[in-house]
């Protein structure tokens, strides 16, 4: 039986001690992962964050969700979660991504597919104390070394089945759609053989977007909002699902909001601009509704994808900055038990 838990990425980000306090009351509800965005101009330093954490905790692991090479190269990725990992016990993960974001706040292309492939190649022999050969005069190896396993965000096909080949687990951000899930499990698999590992070997975790409002116009329009920003970022996604865009196309729809679908300020009005979907298609790409509706379409993709570990339902909106206490509460009532 897979030991599975609830993570999330939104917690009490005022000060380092008040986000150690919100991940100890995490914890106290049943919460197994705290995660922290990597956003230099926004958030306190993610490793900073997570050793606060983890000093106020004895289960809650830690990672960033998500690291990437464009803003803090292998090296300094493998550096930084070693030393959560030794002031944690252990207690400590690496998620790559393409950086989304925060990346773009500092006018920065996301990373590529090659890119996080070889970051995640590079930090996995990194932190095993490996030596690797980087043109220098001596190879380079980290010298305080820890064991942390290092995981992939993906959306798209290839990039899945590359994070079989390499990641030692991978967080699905393809929605809740039984096509779409089916795929990137395939992918995964495909990459793993490819290489000769065991698929098993590769652990697997659901990044989900999550609406609690009450509204069904709020619902209607967010969960619309949502699917479109699939389609803005991995439009094979539709394909598969045997959807179709049939509205303005995206770029022009792009132009009037910022930075994108998944994050615009205001989710409804994003929503609103793409009232076109049906609602097949919005209610595949992310979770909606009352806590016993939630659960209940979590448990639907529990049944499509046995194998997940980690489910994160990450919040849309964004709760309010320094009063996530409610979000994590729900989580622990509705979430924590279905899993």
């Known amino acids: 039986m897979i030991n599975r838990s609830i993570g999330l990425n939104r917690w009490d980000w005022r000060t380092p001690s008040s986000f150690a306090e919100s991940v100890r009351y995490g914890e106290s509800v049943g919460i197994g992962y705290a995660f922290v965005p990597v956003n230099p101009l926004a958030i306190w330093d993610p490793y900073v964050l997570m050793t606060a954490g983890a000093a106020t905790t004895e289960t809650m692991r830690f990672g960033p969700l998500l690291e990437t090479p464009v803003l803090r190269p292998p090296a300094v990725a493998a550096g930084s979660i070693a030393s959560v990992a030794e002031l944690s016990g252990g207690r400590a993960m690496l998620t790559y991504g393409i950086g989304d974001t925060a990346v773009r ?52 096909p290839r990039s899945l089945e590359m994070a079989g080949r390499v990641a030692d687990g991978v967080f699905l951000r393809v929605g809740t759609n039984p096509a779409n899930l089916a795929a990137a499990m395939a992918a995964i698999r495909t990459g793993a053989e490819a290489v000769g590992r065991d698929p098993a070997e590769v652990s697997i975790g659901v990044i989900v977007h999550t609406c609690r409002s009450q509204d069904p116009a709020e619902i209607r329009a967010i969960t619309r909002a949502m699917a479109a920003g699939f389609y803005e970022y991995a439009p094979a996604l539709f394909a598969q699902a045997g959807f179709e865009w049939t509205g303005t196309p995206i770029e022009e729809l792009k132009q009037q909001l910022w930075p994108d679908f998944h994050h615009a300020a205001n989710l409804v009005a994003a929503g609103g601009l793409v009232d076109f979907l049906d609602d097949e298609i919005a209610n595949s790409f992310s979770f909606h509704g009352t806590g016993a509706d939630v659960a209940a379409q979590l448990q639907s993709v529990l049944d499509q994808a046995p194998e997940i570990e980690i489910v994160v339902p990450h919040p849309v909106p964004m709760p309010v900055r320094d009063e996530p206490r409610d979000y994590v509460t729900w989580l622990g009532e509705h979430l924590v038990p279905a899993v």
């Open 105 to 156: 706040w500092l006018g920065k292309r996301p990373a590529r597919r090659a890119e996080l492939e070889a970051a995640t190649v590079e930090t996995k022999a990194l932190l095993a104390g490996e030596r690797l050969d980087v043109g220098a005069v001596e190879p380079a190896w980290l010298r305080h070394a820890r064991p942390a396993p290092v995981w992939l965000a993906c959306s798209g």
